[in-house]
């Protein structure tokens, strides 16, 4: 008994950060369940990202729901970014296969922490006007190249994905933020399924208490996340979307030194 009260103690809190990273930032679930299995539950690496993986589907999918209902969704472009994105990851992986690379994983957990603080300190004020000025045919283009870069980062790093679709939505595409965490989450819920079947094809099935209770927390909190983000305005989001980030940043570094 108090093995599962620990164990829903952590996945609840694991849920919580991995769903508001979602709701409110497009961000994997990956980023913050997996540290928090391995390093308090001993859970095999492999698997803990298998379970965040498929924690990250149901979020990402009812985030996206939740921001395609108040039409702040780019499905077209975020179709072509996703096949992209798909295709380079695998690029990566294979050039990342070839490279030494032991300090890697600190790259997400930097990211996370600084883009939290950009949030903060430059909010991302872009209005749907201004957005929606650049041509078709740019915004195609740009879609691309930006997936191919964001696939081999993702795939050469092994981590970062949400993280530099939502700041390559933001600086690069132009974006408005609420546009940004919409797109990515849609391209998220697809990235996260092929991870997650992937990784239990291989590694075979997680324990499913743990599976179960991350999907269900991190779903509810994404849930809240995506709803109060749609609703809020662009300044109290780039804020609420900042604080979340760097407290995020501060945990998974936090559990990773514990670990």
């Known amino acids: ?39 308090f539950l001993d859970m095999e690496p492999y698997m803990a990202v298998g379970i965040a993986l498929s924690s990250d589907v149901l979020a990402s999918a009812v985030s996206a729901y ?16 996703m096949a992209n994105v798909l295709l380079f990851t695998v690029v990566g992986s294979y ?14 957990v930097f990211m996370t922490f600084l883009l939290g603080i950009k949030f903060i300190v430059r909010p991302v004020m872009t ?9 078709a045919r740019k915004r195609m283009l740009q879609s691309v190249l930006c997936g ?36 990515s989450v849609f391209i998220m819920t ?6 997650a079947i992937s990784h239990f094809a291989i590694g075979g099935m997680p324990d499913l208490i743990i599976l179960t209770l991350c999907v269900v927390f991190t779903l509810i909190w994404a849930r809240i996340a995506a709803k109060f983000a749609n609703k809020a305005t662009p300044a109290t989001l780039n ?11 501060i945990a998974i570094f936090t559990f990773s030194m514990i670990k």
């Open 1 to 39: 008994m108090t093995d599962l009260f620990f164990t829903i103690i952590i996945t609840f809190f694991a849920g919580m950060g991995a769903g508001l990273g979602t709701g409110f930032a497009g961000m994997s679930a990956a980023a913050v369940i997996s540290p928090m299995l391995i390093t």
């Open 66 to 81: 939740t921001y395609g209902k108040n039409k702040n969704l780019d499905i077209k472009n975020g179709l072509v970014m």
């Open 95 to 108: 050039v990342s296969s070839h490279v030494p690379s032991g300090t890697m994983g600190a790259f997400s």
């Open 127 to 135: 209005t749907k006007d201004e957005m929606q000025a650049v041509s």
């Open 148 to 183: 191919m870069v964001i696939g081999f980062i993702c795939g050469f790093v092994g981590a970062g994905g949400g993280m530099m679709m939502l700041l390559i939505l933001t600086s690069v595409l132009g974006y408005e933020l609420k546009t940004a965490v919409g797109t």
């Open 190 to 195: 697809f990235t996260a399924l092929t991870g």
């Open 239 to 249: 804020r609420a979307t900042g604080v979340v980030l760097v407290l995020l940043g």
